[in-house]
């Protein structure tokens, strides 16, 4: 069986010679001792033992970009067995530092977060999120917070996601359908729960608004779309670890990414102009405002708000869109596709699901959104494969807005911050875990 593949796509190989690794360590620290002086820091201590001891060696130039691989969180875990749960290395003239236990994590995600709050944003994630005005690359500030209380408290209350249950259901009963009339034939997991999800989420967003077979033609085509926003995010770009080559685009990324953009673009404004003329012919008496309220409204309804402090701009609508298209598709589709192939290659779990899905449910029923929270077993299985195949191993990586301490160690501003999220706590057998979750049918 062939596994779904992880967030972070393949490395790079680059043309490289064989360094003196002490000239490496010497260019290292007169960097680093630079970018502290700069911040009126003291010489610290810290940053000499955080440089001279925890670096995996690395080829002049291009530092460790050559030996990444292709599952760089898999390359992560393995230099962390040897430099230990936090050391830093150089891709091209970037300076990294890898955290590799949950206590470090913790210490930046939790107590610093502050600190850690901004993304060290690449050139795709820059351009797909029209510059930065969405919430996972905005920097760290009143806009930011803003546009994360609108979307946390706001669009994904209890409400909101209540008032749009009947659409979810509605894609999820249609793709049941589909493979119960290909019972006997293989089925592609992946794809039927990609399009499954990207019609739930389109239905969401612009369900009230785009309707019918228009809609669902945009479903089809956003999933082209999607797949290769997806490989370009996750495709390590020259111009990202040498940005004084940056405006050459040399790989051609930025560029392809901008066509994303622009039909990305293209349909969000002939959504947003749908909604506006049928919210005119609703004050002109023409209908009735029947219908369900989608997310699109309500973020145009943001933004005919008077004063900054709550209303957005255009622009910032549309980045959120974006965010919600993207950071809600693939990564759910992933999810799922791995927690199938798990109960797959393990029948004594599939037949405690089956059992329990069974008892809560009943075997002439659909599975609804109320009997999750009674559906105790299947949720310890959800849980674990995200524990063990995290659609985003790396998280977002972080980037530090002044020079700080991370356990004991000086990590200088700038820096960018990969964290060993999930892997970090080991890997276990999915088999053995769900002992630990037998309270079922309570
Ligand atoms: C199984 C499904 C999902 C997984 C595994 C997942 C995973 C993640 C991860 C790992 C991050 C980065 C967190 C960080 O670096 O601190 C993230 C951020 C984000 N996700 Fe998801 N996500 C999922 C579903 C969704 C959905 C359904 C949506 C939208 C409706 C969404 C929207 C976002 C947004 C907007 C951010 C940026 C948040 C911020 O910067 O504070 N995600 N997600």
Request: hydrophobic fraction near 40%; charge should be positive.
């Given at each position: 069986?062939?596994?779904?593949?992880?967030?972070?796509?393949?490395?790079?190989?680059?043309?490289?010679?064989?360094?003196?690794?002490?000239?490496?360590?010497?260019?290292?620290?007169?960097?680093?001792?630079?970018?502290?002086?700069?911040?009126?820091?003291?010489?610290?201590?810290?940053?000499?033992?955080?440089?001279?001891?925890?670096?995996?060696?690395?080829?002049?130039?291009?530092?460790?970009?050559?030996?990444?691989?292709?599952?760089?969180?898999?390359?992560?875990?393995?230099?962390?067995?040897?430099?230990?749960?936090?050391?830093?290395?150089?891709?091209?003239?970037?300076?990294?530092?890898?955290?590799?236990?949950?206590?470090?994590?913790?210490?930046?995600?939790?107590?610093?977060?502050?600190?850690?709050?901004?993304?060290?944003?690449?050139?795709?994630?820059?351009?797909?999120?029209?510059?930065?005005?969405?919430?996972?690359?905005?920097?760290?500030?009143?806009?930011?917070?803003?546009?994360?209380?609108?979307?946390?408290?706001?669009?994904?209350?209890?409400?909101?996601?209540?008032?749009?249950?009947?659409?979810?259901?509605?894609?999820?009963?249609?793709?049941?359908?589909?493979?119960?009339?290909?019972?006997?034939?293989?089925?592609?997991?992946?794809?039927?729960?990609?399009?499954?999800?990207?019609?739930?989420?389109?239905?969401?967003?612009?369900?009230?608004?785009?309707?019918?077979?228009?809609g669902s033609d945009i479903g089809a085509k956003f999933r082209e779309v999607l797949s290769e926003i997806m490989v370009l995010l996750a495709k390590p770009n020259v111009s990202d670890f040498f940005p004084r080559i940056a405006r050459f685009d040399v790989e051609g990324i930025e560029k392809r990414m901008k066509n994303h953009l622009h039909w990305c673009d293209r349909i969000f404004n002939s959504a947003i102009d749908q909604r506006r003329n049928m919210d005119g012919a609703i004050e002109e008496g023409a209908g009735k405002n029947e219908e369900r309220k989608d997310f699109l409204q309500y973020l145009l309804e943001l933004k005919e708000r008077e004063g900054a402090a709550t209303s957005i701009t255009l622009t910032q609508l549309k980045a959120l869109l974006m965010d919600i298209v993207i950071g809600g598709t693939d990564t759910t589709a992933t999810m799922v596709e791995w927690a199938m192939a798990e109960l797959m290659m393990n029948p004594e779990v599939m037949k405690n699901v089956n059992e329990e899905l069974n008892e809560v449910v009943g075997l002439n029923n659909t599975v609804e959104e109320f009997h999750l929270p009674k559906l105790r077993y299947l949720d310890a299985v959800v849980k674990e494969a995200l524990r063990l195949h995290p659609a985003i191993p790396l998280l977002v990586p972080r980037r530090p807005s002044q020079t700080c301490n991370v356990g004991g160690y000086t990590v200088p501003k700038g820096a960018k911050i990969f964290l060993m999220f999930g892997l970090s706590r080991g890997i276990l057998s999915f088999g053995t875990i769900p002992q630990n979750f037998r309270q079922r049918g309570s």
């Amino acid at each position: 069986m062939q596994f779904p593949a992880c967030g972070y796509g393949g490395g790079m190989m680059l043309a490289t010679r064989k360094v003196d690794s002490m000239v490496q360590f010497l260019l290292f620290r007169s960097r680093c001792l630079r970018s502290s002086g700069h911040f009126g820091q003291p010489r610290s201590l810290e940053i000499y033992r955080l440089h001279c001891h925890q670096v995996p060696r690395g080829l002049p130039i291009v530092g460790y970009l050559p030996f990444l691989g292709s599952d760089i969180h898999r390359t992560f875990t393995h230099l962390a067995g040897v430099y230990g749960p936090i050391y830093k290395l150089w891709l091209g003239s970037k300076l990294c530092v890898v955290l590799n236990s949950p206590s470090l994590v913790r210490e930046v995600v939790r107590d610093q977060d502050t600190t850690f709050a901004d993304r060290d944003s690449l050139i795709a994630s820059l351009t797909i999120s029209y510059g930065g005005n969405d919430i996972a690359f905005s920097s760290y500030g009143p806009e930011w917070r803003k546009l994360r209380k609108i979307f946390v408290r706001e669009m994904l209350s209890n409400a909101s996601l209540d008032a749009c249950y009947a659409l979810r259901r509605e894609e999820v009963k249609k793709t049941i359908r589909d493979v119960y009339d290909k019972i006997g034939t293989p089925v592609k997991i992946g794809e039927l729960t990609l399009l499954t999800v990207i019609n739930a989420v389109m239905s969401m967003v612009w369900g009230g608004t785009v309707q019918g077979e228009k809609g669902s033609d945009i479903g089809a085509k956003f999933r082209e779309v999607l797949s290769e926003i997806m490989v370009l995010l996750a495709k390590p770009n020259v111009s990202d670890f040498f940005p004084r080559i940056a405006r050459f685009d040399v790989e051609g990324i930025e560029k392809r990414m901008k066509n994303h953009l622009h039909w990305c673009d293209r349909i969000f404004n002939s959504a947003i102009d749908q909604r506006r003329n049928m919210d005119g012919a609703i004050e002109e008496g023409a209908g009735k405002n029947e219908e369900r309220k989608d997310f699109l409204q309500y973020l145009l309804e943001l933004k005919e708000r008077e004063g900054a402090a709550t209303s957005i701009t255009l622009t910032q609508l549309k980045a959120l869109l974006m965010d919600i298209v993207i950071g809600g598709t693939d990564t759910t589709a992933t999810m799922v596709e791995w927690a199938m192939a798990e109960l797959m290659m393990n029948p004594e779990v599939m037949k405690n699901v089956n059992e329990e899905l069974n008892e809560v449910v009943g075997l002439n029923n659909t599975v609804e959104e109320f009997h999750l929270p009674k559906l105790r077993y299947l949720d310890a299985v959800v849980k674990e494969a995200l524990r063990l195949h995290p659609a985003i191993p790396l998280l977002v990586p972080r980037r530090p807005s002044q020079t700080c301490n991370v356990g004991g160690y000086t990590v200088p501003k700038g820096a960018k911050i990969f964290l060993m999220f999930g892997l970090s706590r080991g890997i276990l057998s999915f088999g053995t875990i769900p002992q630990n979750f037998r309270q079922r049918g309570s």
